[in-house]
């Protein structure tokens, strides 16, 4: 038997199941949406409905699009030659701010976390295998966190891209490790894609 | 409000809020200690990758209300060459899930422990097949739970053992045989890892009886946790 009156229960069951989000801080903002005016709980109920409806991934690379494709697909001036591989779509956000990245991207949506049920099968990696070839992709970087999980993930699509003929690089080490990329000064993100090395691969 | 310090390996990690991770660290003193290390997914962190799955740390925390919290961590042992190899990593993720599954919070069991530092330290230095099948066997036997690989659990008998089964605890004579059949190459490997030839069976190369003994032994694991391990299935895809 719960606690809590059912509709309670459930809010905090579905907060509980967002990123970052315990148990108890679930149950903090759960009691704080109860307190909220009914035209506030809509309006917030409306924003995340809309963004379901009017956004959604590119089918191409996965970040956020509000069409087909995302803007960065759909530009004719982005090298279509070389990929750059992340974890969420906030990193391109990181990536941008570089300056230093004319190509296109690829968000993979995590990381391999084998602890948490997450491999290869749970991420964009077949749709990632399924560009190389139609696209013309000649280098694809692997810009996933600097922590054991990006590392991971690196690893892996490294080792099955090598046979498919295409040249793979991973961003330089100087990135702090166990970092987000998100949090990486521009510099410092700048200068790790300009120093990218090769993978061998194994 | 107190401050104490430990020792321990980091098992998992995930992210808190903007910027902090929770730290599942399975400490010498105090058991399993969830803590907060805040801050950590900033670049200017002085943690970072001190705090990370597989790290050998001593720490200092911040005893808080429902969460610990970090304020200082030094690293014991890092074992990049865990890091540089995804299968190696894998593996020591196993062991860390394992780790995790059995141990309670705040229930301290150094031996645990000792034996979890053994083991990364040795799939560190050495790629053998064994290291997770010998830490799982052990770690058994530890808790209480020893697989019989001497004696046909039935029966009593010294020869002719052809089964293993995991319900019965043990390997099985040709008269008495249930469960899964074992080859007399597994049968004396798990003979050596847990009759005291561990360091030799350490150095087996690859072969069936190898892997033979890792199913068995993953599934002597997942028997006794009563769940499946996840890295093992995402790895066996991967
Ligand atoms: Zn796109
Ligand atoms: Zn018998």
Redesign the pocket.
């Known amino acids: 038997m719960s606690a809590y009156a059912a509709p309670v229960q459930d809010l905090i069951d579905e907060l509980g199941r967002l990123p970052g989000i315990g148990p108890k801080s679930a149950q903090r903002i759960a009691y704080h949406l109860l307190k909220l005016s009914r035209d506030d709980a809509l309006r917030l109920a409306h924003a995340i409905v809309e963004v379901k409806d009017r956004v959604a991934f590119?089918?191409?690379?996965?970040?956020v699009?509000e069409g087909d494709?995302?803007?960065?697909?759909?530009d004719p001036r982005r090298d279509p030659t070389v990929v750059c591989v992340v974890e969420e779509p906030r990193d391109i956000v990181a990536v941008e701010r570089t300056g230093e990245f004319h190509g296109?991207?690829h968000?993979l949506q995590g990381a391999i976390s084998p602890m948490d049920g997450i491999g290869p099968d749970q991420l964009k990696v077949k749709e990632l295998l399924a560009r190389i070839e139609p696209e013309g992709v000649q280098e694809v970087i692997l810009c996933t966190n600097p922590n054991i999980e990006g590392e991971a993930t690196a690893m892996y699509l490294s080792r099955l891209l090598k046979p498919v003929g295409v040249r793979v690089t991973r961003i330089a080490s100087g990135l702090p490790v166990g970092g987000d990329l998100e949090y990486a000064d521009e510099l410092t993100l700048g200068r790790a894609l300009e120093g990218r090395r090769v993978l061998d691969g194994d | 409000m107190s401050l104490y310090r430990d020792e321990g390996v980091v098992l998992r990690t995930w992210k808190l809020g903007e910027a902090d991770r929770i730290v599942v660290i399975f400490t010498k003193g105090h058991g399993k200690v969830r803590a907060v290390a805040k801050g950590v997914r900033k670049t200017r962190s002085k943690f970072g990758a001190r705090l990370e799955p597989t790290s050998h740390v001593a720490l200092q925390f911040y005893e808080g209300r429902e969460l610990d919290i970090v304020t200082q961590a030094e690293s014991i042992d890092q074992y990049p060459a865990l890091r540089e190899d995804f299968d190696r990593l894998g593996r020591a993720v196993t062991m860390l899930e394992a780790v995790d599954q059995l141990a309670q919070d705040r229930e301290p069991n150094p031996a645990v422990l000792r034996m979890l530092v053994g083991a990364l330290a040795t799939l560190a230095a050495d790629d053998s097949p064994l290291v997770v099948p010998a830490f799982f066997l052990k770690l058994l036997a530890l808790e209480g739970f020893r697989p019989e690989v001497d004696t046909c659990v039935a029966c009593g008998a010294e020869v002719d053992l052809v089964a293993f089964d995991i319900d019965s605890g043990g390997v099985l004579c040709r008269a008495c045989r249930r469960g899964q059949a074992l080859t007399p190459d597994a049968l004396a490997l798990l003979q050596r890892v847990l009759g005291g030839g561990l360091a030799a069976a350490l150095r087996e190369p690859p072969s069936a009886a190898t892997h033979d003994v890792d199913v068995l032994a993953t599934r002597a694991m997942e028997h006794h946790l009563e769940r499946r391990l996840r890295s093992v299935s995402v790895m066996d895809h991967a």
Do not use: S
């Open positions: 590119c089918r191409r690379c996965f970040n699009a494709e995302c803007g960065y697909c759909a296109r991207y968000v």
